[in-house]
């Protein structure tokens, strides 16, 4: 009988302490998965990312335009100020959901030539429009036939954010020229007309830029920029 008792004593013992193991296990694990919640997730810069770095270098060029806009102003101004306001804006969003640092700005290849004044987008007389039609993904016509000339040799090329059927804008070219733009990583290009200046020599609007672009990237680094009209 004494012998039961003390075997039951031993037993509830050990059952007490692996009782008390585990719970201080539970606890530990749920201290941890508490201080796992509680830590922000790590916000990326453009030296961390691509898609970062695609974004800043849209957000800046952009921006670019804008003080260009300021210093220089026409007319026109005002209504091209507010759209790439707005476009800023989309692009802050696109940072936060990508978890890149919203409103950081970079500055392109091109950035440093100012921009040009450019007359407002103009529709392309019919022989030229026919010879390059813009928005023509992996066109090749006018550069089959020779015509083509390199452009901004070691450009990078990013988006806009502007919407609307595919087009360029530029520092360079004015409304009007055709360029055709090559993503030499996938050997995907684009034609496309010029429709308003920007900060850098070929800035793909998202249209155009969806017809070149390699999925979850926001910029091209190994482009070919060609004057084709």
């Known amino acids: 009988m004494s012998r039961r008792r003390t075997l039951g004593t031993k037993k509830k013992i050990a059952l007490l302490v692996s009782a008390a193991a585990v719970a201080g296990g ?3 694990v749920m201290a941890s998965t508490s201080n796992a919640a509680q830590s922000p997730p790590k916000t990326l810069s453009a030296a961390d990312s691509n898609v970062c770095q695609g974004l800043a270098t849209a957000l800046g060029n952009n921006q670019r335009f804008i003080d260009g806009q300021r210093a220089n102003p026409d007319a026109q101004s ?3 100020i507010a759209n790439r306001e707005a476009v800023i804006a989309q692009i ?9 640092a919203v409103g950081e700005s970079a500055q392109g ?16 007389p019919p022989s030229q429009a026919a010879s390059a039609p813009a928005g023509n993904a992996n066109a090749g016509g006018a550069a089959a036939s020779g ?20 087009a360029a804008s530029s520092n360079q070219f004015p409304a009007g020229t055709t360029l055709k733009v090559t993503n030499l990583d996938n050997n995907k290009s684009t034609t496309v007309k010029v429709t308003s200046v920007s900060g850098s020599c070929a800035l793909l609007n998202n249209a155009a830029f969806e017809q070149v672009r390699e999925p979850g990237k926001f910029l091209i680094r190994r482009a070919l920029i060609e004057k084709v009209g």
């Open 78 to 80: 005002a209504a091209r």
């Open 147 to 166: 015509s083509a000339r390199q452009v901004c040799k070691g450009s990078t090329v990013t988006l806009s954010g502007e919407a609307g059927a595919p």
């Open 92 to 100: 802050k969003v696109q940072q936060k959901a990508s978890g890149c």
């Open 26 to 28: 539970g606890a530990f």
């Open 109 to 124: 290849s091109q950035s440093a030539q100012p921009a040009q004044s450019a007359p407002p987008a103009q529709a392309a």
